[in-house]
């Protein structure tokens, strides 16, 4: 059990539904993870504003009941466009191409409402190219098609979500902009050499490391020319040598979703979770959204961590290390109380989003 709460140090998990199951209960208890992440599912939807909300309240409150964690990361993929989870009345923003104009004003307002919602991590910007206009899942939630334009909007976009209190976090590294599959169902396969990656893919994200953006997201991507063996999120050349030592990154490397199907099979194997630590990240993802909504996945990851730890695959020295970040970034993350916005803000909002689609 020792070890399985040791694990849930580096977690961010997905809860079932709207209210707590016996199983979340169980896997909030035993993992104690260190972050949450929601959905469309754990919202109420189609019923009024208050009513909702206050819904959502309990279901925090209780979580940091069952973690019996006094601080926690609560997560959500809140971007605009296509990839938002909450219900009306919050801001439905354009997507991030759209609103690359206004990214700082649009991020403002997002961080706002994400923060009566009790929520202090937004797993934005995306920091990705749209470069591939054939790219079934990145396209326009890119800001932009050249590496500047992406750079300075993703830029904007954080330094308004950090200027009301949210983290940030860009993703999806080393770049997810020019795939034409989608990683939620396959391994995508980039063949990309190091040289083109620096001339474009790295640019919005050196840009972001430099503002010192305290979390980066990993892409369930191969690319072959740099690391044939593994995607991103399990290759130490792309997580070690050029994100950490040529990119000089210092903040939390955070898994995408473990759950999505280009990587769920590879954690079912003995060793995956090393692999990943040793690579380079810190914190992981495990949504329960795709492909897991039952716990066995969860808990099949978290003893191969434990095994590892057992079986000198996995040293102490890089636990504590990846522990340590994450530790100084959640002593310095704000823990909101939920709280009812004002129908003016709301309708503010709602205008910034009409005219952002005007520019």
Known sequence: MKHLQKFGNHLILGISGTT??????RVLNELKPVGVIFFGKNFLDGVPYPVWLEHFENLLNQIREYTERNTLFTSLDHEGGRVVRTPLPITRFPCAYLVRSQAYKVAKATALELKSLGINLSFSPVADIFSNPENPIIGSRAFGITPQTASQSALKYYQGLKEVGILGCAKHFPGHGDTSTDSHVELPILNLSLEELQKRE???????IREQIPLIMTAHILFPQIDPEVPATLSKTILNHILRQE???????????LDMKAVSDMFMQSGTIAKAFNAGCDLF???????SSTLE????????????????????????????RIENLLAVTPQYSVYELEKETLLNHAELAINCTWQ
């Open 285 to 291: 993802i495990v949504s329960r959204n795709i492909n």
């Open 247 to 257: 990119l000089n990154y210092q903040g939390v490397i955070v898994s995408d979703d």
């Open 20 to 25: 707590l199951s016996d199983d979340d209960k």
């Open 202 to 208: 790295l640019i919005p994200f050196q840009t972001l």
């Open 297 to 324: 996945r969860t808990y099949k990851i978290a003893a191969d961590f434990e095994n590892s730890l057992n079986n000198g695959s996995l040293s102490e020295t890089v636990v504590e290390t990846a522990r340590t």
